[in-house]
């Protein structure tokens, strides 16, 4: 590989940025951006990931155009964090979604399957997963965070986030823990304005920081930025942590004793370019101490980013000493981390979906499956009782996540286990008050009713359902496919599960618990208030196994 005092300074502008396409194969403006300006790596969506053979195919023509025009491989990152984020979604092993993980926390197992899972990326020509997600969630309105974060306890998210970290790099692959200084306690999607994060210091080292300074004591390769303003750190003004130096150089890299890459999350995100634009987001961005610049979407934006770096230099806005600085860690990273393979489909094909990582992940899921019972045994089905499910539709409640690829639902996998009458419906997202008034007279006539919901705060229509079953008496079986703090607007339920997604392992898993043929293992990685108390607040976080969760 060459070295940095080897390259043009055009070159080594072209190894800050990270870019994204729109195709499955490359088109004529990233091939532009290879040959002509010498991009340093490429960022994958699921837009550019069909199969994995269509993968495989990408990731080769990509890296071989950017050997042929610089002798340096690339960078080719995706965001397979698990559950609702995945890019590549189907032929390799899936992970959970981390706040499952948080209810499982089991850290050799989650070392095991994150290590597996980036074998398998590495296979298809994938070297850079952004992931693992240790923002402390400690926030139930966040947008964006929500159930891609492990729980609302730091040194459970520090745990978790190492072992998922150490499991990537063991793998042979760069993890990019994300998003620091900490995007768990907002409310606001950085994709459309500056969240702002106002704590004191104290709180922060305590809480938002704890994950980052372990990782980066423990071998951190790259962190990813938050498009968060902290105005303690800035003098008062609300700078993104991004474009701050104050944070990138003077927190992470002096304080936190971090030395690795720092990698910036989108910089066409409304709250980073708002008032300035790409091109002068990017420059701030390197001046604040960001190495590698992930521009994800568009060919201008692209343009305007390498434009600007060029000209900063030109200007002397920017030193070529400071280029050099992120080019040689960078390239050093390569050199450790990208190893280009030659071995063809078939031999690729025959390491994906390893049968001990699939394993590995499955008891991952059947751990994560949480009951919460105010009435003992109360989460229990029995086989010989008529029942009713009730299940969402399910769609992507934030922009970093993809459509539903599974439509599984519960009621096919408890149909084999009840020998009484079962029926099921999948009622619309938020359903209106008709659907409602209809679903609620129907299951007069069900001696027992499992209602699954997800993302109520943005469906008002599944927790006016819930509330209308409730009221009926009985068994009534709320079960949260996502955030369980989703569960807190029922404190008249006797019972409850939260299972955090709907993969159909998942739900296997969650039809055995509610038949008794497992013991549900997960302990709730988030705080559920509770209002049952005669208006006082108290809070749920009991292990499966605890006294009020005897199922």
């Known amino acids: 590989m060459r070295a940095c005092n080897e390259l043009t300074l055009k070159e080594k502008i072209g190894q800050l940025v990270m870019a994204g396409f729109e195709d499955c194969m490359p088109d004529a403006n990233i091939s532009d951006l290879l040959q002509n300006h010498f991009i340093g790596g490429i960022v994958l969506f699921s837009r550019n990931l069909d199969n994995p053979r269509q993968a495989f195919a990408l990731t080769q023509e990509l890296q071989r155009l950017a050997m042929a025009a610089t002798g340096i491989p690339l960078w080719i990152g995706t965001d397979q964090e698990g559950g609702m984020v995945v890019r590549v979604r189907q032929g390799i092993a899936q992970l959970p979604a981390a706040m499952a993980l948080g209810a499982a926390r089991d850290p050799v197992l989650l070392y095991e399957a994150a290590k597996g899972t980036a074998e398998e990326l590495k296979t298809l020509g994938i070297n850079m997963n952004f992931a693992p ?159 590698l610049l992930l521009v994800s979407h568009t060919y201008e934006s692209q343009l305007e980013a390498v434009a600007a770096l060029e000209h900063a230099v030109a200007n002397g806005r920017l030193s070529e000493e400071r280029i050099d600085a992120s080019v040689e860690r960078i390239l050093r990273l390569k050199e450790r981390r990208i190893k280009l393979q030659k071995r063809n489909w078939e031999e690729a094909r025959a390491l994906l979906e390893n049968p001990q990582t699939l394993r590995t992940i499955e008891r991952l899921r059947e751990k994560s499956i949480t009951a919460v019972n ?108 996502r955030n369980p703090v989703d569960l807190a607007a029922f404190p008249k339920a006797q019972g409850f599960l939260a299972c955090y997604e709907h993969h159909p392992q998942t739900l296997q898993a969650l039809s055995r618990v509610l038949m008794g043929m497992a013991a549900p293992a997960g302990i709730l990685p988030v705080t559920i208030p509770d209002h049952s108390t005669e208006g006082r607040y108290s809070s749920e976080r009991h292990p499966a196994s605890g006294v009020e969760s005897a199922t």
Not at 169 to 191: C, L, R, Y
Not at 206 to 211: I, K, Q, S
Not at 228 to 257: D, F, H, K, N, Q
Request: proline content about 6%.
């Open 374 to 481: 105010r009435v003992p045994d109360f989460c229990r089905l029995s086989p010989e009782v008529d029942t009713l499910v009730l299940w969402p539709q399910m769609t992507a409640a934030c922009k970093s996540e993809d459509e539903p690829l599974y439509d599984d639902t519960l009621g096919n996998r408890l149909r084999p286990f009840i020998t009484a009458k079962l029926t099921e419906h999948v009622y619309g997202t938020s359903p209106n008050p008709d659907e409602i008034t209809t679903l609620v007279s129907e299951a007069k006539e069900y001696g027992q009713i499992i209602v699954g919901v997800f993302h109520a705060a943005s469906n008002p229509g599944q927790p006016a359902l819930v509330h209308k079953l409730l009221a009926l008496g009985g068994k009534i079986i709320p079960v949260s496919l």
């Open 133 to 291: 997600v240790v923002d402390i969630n400690v926030n139930p309105r966040n947008p964006i965070i929500d159930v891609r974060s492990f729980g609302d306890d730091a040194e459970l998210v520090a745990e978790l986030g190492i072992a998922a970290m150490l499991g990537f790099q063991d793998g042979g692959i760069i993890s990019v823990i994300k998003h620091f200084p900490g995007h768990g306690d907002t409310e606001t999607d950085s994709h459309a304005e500056l969240p702002v994060v106002r704590h004191t210091l104290e709180r922060l080292r305590t809480v938002e920081f704890v994950p980052f300074r372990q990782a980066a004591q423990l071998g951190a390769e790259a962190v990813m930025t938050a498009h968060v303003g902290i105005p303690l750190l800035t003098g008062g003004e609300s700078v993104p942590a991004t474009l701050s130096r104050e944070i990138l150089t003077s927190l992470l890299r002096e304080e936190l004793g971090f030395d690795g890459m720092i990698v910036t999350d989108c910089m066409e995100m409304n709250a980073v370019t708002q008032g300035i634009g790409v091109g002068e987001a990017v420059v701030r961005a390197v001046l604040a101490g960001a190495d």
